[in-house]
């Protein structure tokens, strides 16, 4: 027997005891174990510099031939009911591999982790921001019909599939984030609750307890006719509103002033191909440029940022203000202090408040 087993560079191995065989499929990656398919052929499935190509290849004859190309970064293909699917950041793809491998449907959904069958449906975790599970349903023709999106209260960028299992007639269903969420329901046990959530709750309460206060304290004094009492009970609940708001505030006011520019626009030819589709930043000193790419998962500027100076080595200081986190000195160079941009658009608000998406490229530009 062989293992099959692909790389980095594009190249598909045969081992067994007697050595390794190499053959090459293409210009790319072979990030993920080929498929076996139930021809005896196996499915490739490889990344490249524009998105992806899947392929059969024939071990009896050595040969390889492309079936469709799809988007980037592929997940790794199953079998299901006779049809495999495939995943990556654009499609979810059905294929009939009976003889010679052909698309059969194909539905838009960004996924780049694992497939799984859970109680008759195929789901995916969306790998984006917004998180939540896509749920399609394979028609015995092939073809695919989607469910729908669910979601819960912590989603996030998501990788690992779904495991799924019937134990004495109660089903259970065990979901994990890129966050390290982990959750496990069951058919017959209530939805857990969030502890956070339901402190976020109590703070909504107490801000609504707090601002009717505020605000019968001011009508009171204004039909008292004592405007200058009535006047200091208005700036008071102004600044507890704009208090527990502010973050809303700049986000929103950061969304209307900055025109939203795709990350491809920034995109750089010089830059590796494997950061294509990953977040990057760009530290702009003084006397030089570095650039650290290839960065996944993170959602604010500062968390990305963090992660990059800690791949370059760099210590980053940073202090606290009423405002949030701000960064002053970057591996020991303040000059007159640090600005950012995401996607080119300056930043308006504390790098720990500002979000940046799964592909957004961020810059610090020293003064």
């Not at 960004?110 to 921001?129: A, D, M, W, Y």
């Not at 605000?215 to 004592?226: D, G, P």
């Not at 505030?249 to 995109?267: G, K």
Request: charged share 20%; glycine share 8%; net charge negative.
């Amino acid at each position: 027997g062989y293992y099959w087993t692909g790389d980095e560079v594009g190249n598909l191995w045969s081992t067994n005891s007697a050595g390794a065989v190499n053959y090459s499929i293409g210009d790319g990656k072979l990030r993920h174990s080929p498929l076996h398919l139930p021809n005896g052929d196996l499915l490739l499935h490889l990344q490249t510099s524009s998105g992806s190509t899947i392929f059969q290849f024939d071990i009896q004859s050595n040969t390889v031939t492309a079936i469709t190309e799809s988007g980037f970064s592929p997940g790794k293909p199953i079998l299901v009911d006779g049809y495999i699917i495939t995943t990556d950041s654009q499609y979810v793809t059905s294929l009939d591999c009976a003889s010679e491998c052909y698309v059969v449907d194909f539905e838009s959904f960004h996924s780049n982790g694992e497939i799984s069958e859970v109680f008759g449906k195929i789901v995916l975790p969306r790998n984006t921001v917004e998180g939540g599970y896509g749920q399609f349903s394979l028609l015995p023709n092939g073809e695919l019909e989607t469910l729908g999106l669910a979601t819960y209260s912590d989603d996030w960028y998501g990788t690992a599939g779904v495991e799924s299992q019937i134990i004495d007639g109660q089903k259970f269903l065990l979901l994990v984030n890129d966050n390290a969420n982990l959750k496990l329901y069951s058919t017959d046990a209530p939805k857990p609750i969030d502890a956070d959530s339901s402190d976020n709750q109590w703070d909504t309460i107490l801000v609504l307890l707090c601002a009717l206060v505020l605000i019968s304290a001011t009508s009171i004094n204004m039909l008292r006719e004592r405007f200058q009492s009535a006047f200091k009970f208005f700036i008071l609940f102004c600044t507890v509103l704009l208090y527990f708001t502010l973050e809303e505030v700049i986000q929103s006011w950061s969304e209307l002033i900055n025109d939203e520019v795709p990350a491809s626009e920034i995109w750089d030819d010089e830059w590796p191909e494997e950061w294509l589709g990953t977040q990057i930043v760009i530290f702009e000193f003084a006397d030089q440029t570095v650039v650290s790419g290839g960065l996944l998962d993170y959602d604010t500027v500062l968390t990305l940022t963090e992660a990059a100076a800690e791949q370059q080595g760099f210590e980053v200081a940073i202090v606290d203000s009423s405002l949030g986190k701000y960064l002053v000195s970057i591996d020991g160079s303040a000059g007159e202090g640090w600005e950012y941009t995401v996607n080119g658009q300056p930043g308006v608000m504390s790098a720990e408040y500002s979000t940046v998406e799964s592909d957004s490229v961020i810059s610090w530009i020293q003064l």
